[in-house]
């Protein structure tokens, strides 16, 4: 973990706070009460439409496993890859925290 904050000081300083409170979970400072207002049925049916599967069956998956992360890992994991619908000219933004 120390070399990703040290990779972040050399090459994108203004990451650095936004990488910190990544890598403690949270949104941001405590005292700024930040909260996204995603409810679990909004975050359903997300899972749902992404996954192309049934809300119903998002549900039961979820009642099984107890676990969003493992619903949608099971239900994107028979499902192919859309990138080869774009074709490799779209340019490749870099990943960045905010």
Known sequence: MSNVFRTAILLNP??????????????GPEYEALE??????IINQSI??????????????L???GDV???VFDCKGD????SSFFGSKQEKK???LV
Do not use: H, N, W
């Open 14 to 27: 203004d990451q650095l706070t936004p990488l910190f409170y990544f890598y403690i979970a949270k949104l």
């Open 36 to 41: 996204t207002g995603i409810g679990p049925e």
């Open 48 to 61: 749902a439409k992404a996954c192309g599967k049934d809300l119903k069956i998002i549900r039961a998956e």
């Open 63 to 65: 009642k099984k496993t």
């Open 69 to 71: 992360g493992q619903v």
């Open 79 to 82: 499902m192919k890859s859309i």
């Open 94 to 96: 870099p990943l960045t």
